[in-house]
């Protein structure tokens, strides 16, 4: 099998793949976890939006979007290994 077969096999593999069990025990649900990414979605695009380029931020909300930037984008990688 070529490599370009196997990579197109894994793709339609992960459509039809059954849910995993990534959970540690007595977490919330990940129906729990799309509604927070759903506000997620919606409050960081509300926040672009009302930022420019310009603007002059306390340091507490360059904090705080920084360190959510950053844990995000830790679950996405941590998922992503996971989920192969």
Do not use: F, Q
Request: net charge positive; hydrophobic share 25%.
């Amino acid at each position: 099998m070529s490599s370009t077969t196997r990579k197109t096999s894994n793709r339609s593999a992960n459509k039809t793949r059954k849910a995993k069990d990534l959970s540690y025990k007595n977490k919330p649900s990940s129906r729990m976890i799309k509604s927070e990414l759903h506000k997620i979605v919606k409050y960081s695009d509300k926040l672009y939006h009302c930022i420019h380029d310009n603007d002059k931020l306390p340091g507490w909300v360059k904090k705080k979007i920084l360190n959510s930037s950053k844990n995000l984008s830790d679950v996405y990688h941590y998922l992503d290994y996971k989920m192969m």
